[in-house]
């Protein structure tokens, strides 16, 4: 679990260094603009780690589901050579959608006015930047979606429907709560990400729908790498006290 999470938090540092320096160079400054390189790289190094993150959470979620239905065989499955491989599986696809999506978009041909209604450059709002036919870029987008966000959330649920059908089998409540804690934190970061990325990538086309997409966009463009280490972090016994020894001091201290 460990070495995936390890994975997870380089790629949420990616993640933020790729788009957040941009963002407050635009938010603050009084010229809100990126030049057609850093669009192409953002948007490139975009699809790259979010491809990557949703294989990743799918094998995070394979993971969960060892621990909990075959405890006794984990250390046999969920072996060394196995965690390299599939790592390097997730980082290779992240890669080739980037190298397999990223030039078509570029080859739009975009309006003369080239203001992109959205905080990042992501294929959606370059697609309907393009004034030209964009027929074949919305089913490579409809295609690599499905792919690569709703065949891997399916492989979650169903490994967490076997989760869950094996802990109601279980008569323990301590079992119960082992259960829950080796799985909440993977739970809520796949509903964040996913509900996140579905709103920006499988939005119905209608102006409402558009705007609510750039605000999930930028959820999980920066708001869940942000959260990730939280939520993992708190299921750390020690950290869990040490945050509530911190709260104890500042109460205290008001108090006096």
Same mark, same amino acid.
């Given at each position: 679990?460990?070495?995936? @999470?390890?994975?997870?938090?380089?790629?949420?540092?990616?993640?933020?260094?790729?788009?957040?320096?941009?963002?407050? /160079?635009?938010? !603050?400054?009084?010229?809100?603009? =990126?030049?057609? @390189?850093?669009?192409?790289?953002?948007?490139? =190094?975009?699809?790259?780690?979010?491809?990557? #993150?949703? =294989?990743?959470?799918?094998?995070?979620?394979?993971?969960?589901?060892?621990?909990?239905?075959?405890?006794?065989?984990?250390?046999?499955?969920?072996?060394?050579?196995?965690? !390299?491989?599939?790592?390097?599986?997730?980082?290779?696809?992240? @890669?080739?959608?980037?190298?397999?999506?990223?030039?078509?978009?570029?080859?739009?041909?975009?309006?003369?006015?080239?203001?992109?209604?959205?905080?990042?450059?992501?294929?959606?709002?370059? =697609?309907?930047?393009?004034?030209?036919?964009?027929?074949?870029?919305?089913?490579?987008?409809?295609?690599?979606?499905?792919?690569?966000?709703?065949?891997?959330?399916?492989?979650?649920?169903?490994? +967490?429907?076997?989760?869950?059908?094996?802990?109601?089998?279980?008569?323990?409540?301590?079992? !119960?709560?082992?259960?829950?804690?080796?799985?909440?934190?993977?739970?809520?970061?796949?509903?964040?990400?996913?509900?996140?990325?579905?709103? /920006? +990538?499988?939005?119905?086309?209608?102006?409402?729908?558009?705007?609510?997409?750039?605000?999930?966009?930028?959820?999980?463009?920066?708001?869940?790498?942000?959260?990730?280490?939280?939520?993992?972090?708190?299921?750390?016994? #020690?950290?869990?006290?040490?945050? !509530?020894?911190?709260?104890?001091?500042?109460?205290?201290?008001?108090?006096?």
């Amino acid at each position: 679990m460990y070495f995936f @999470l390890s994975n997870l938090s380089f790629l949420d540092l990616c993640f933020t260094t790729t788009c957040v320096p941009q963002m407050l /160079v635009n938010l !603050w400054g009084p010229t809100k603009t =990126i030049s057609f @390189l850093g669009c192409s790289v953002q948007l490139f =190094i975009f699809l790259s780690l979010g491809t990557t #993150e949703c =294989i990743l959470l799918t094998v995070m979620a394979f993971d969960r589901y060892v621990a909990v239905c075959q405890p006794l065989h984990y250390a046999t499955i969920i072996h060394p050579r196995l965690c !390299w491989q599939l790592a390097a599986v997730a980082w290779m696809m992240g @890669l080739l959608q980037a190298i397999v999506q990223t030039p078509p978009t570029l080859r739009l041909p975009f309006c003369p006015h080239r203001q992109i209604d959205d905080f990042l450059c992501e294929v959606p709002s370059l =697609i309907r930047l393009s004034c030209g036919d964009t027929t074949f870029n919305e089913i490579q987008l409809a295609v690599s979606s499905v792919i690569l966000v709703v065949v891997p959330l399916s492989l979650i649920l169903v490994s +967490y429907g076997a989760i869950a059908r094996a802990v109601l089998r279980i008569n323990s409540a301590e079992a !119960w709560k082992k259960a829950l804690g080796t799985c909440s934190s993977h739970l809520i970061v796949v509903t964040l990400f996913y509900s996140s990325v579905i709103a /920006v +990538y499988l939005q119905p086309k209608n102006p409402y729908a558009q705007e609510r997409g750039k605000f999930f966009g930028l959820f999980y463009a920066v708001g869940t790498p942000t959260l990730n280490p939280l939520i993992y972090t708190l299921r750390n016994k #020690e950290v869990k006290r040490a945050f !509530w020894r911190l709260l104890g001091r500042n109460g205290d201290s008001k108090n006096t």
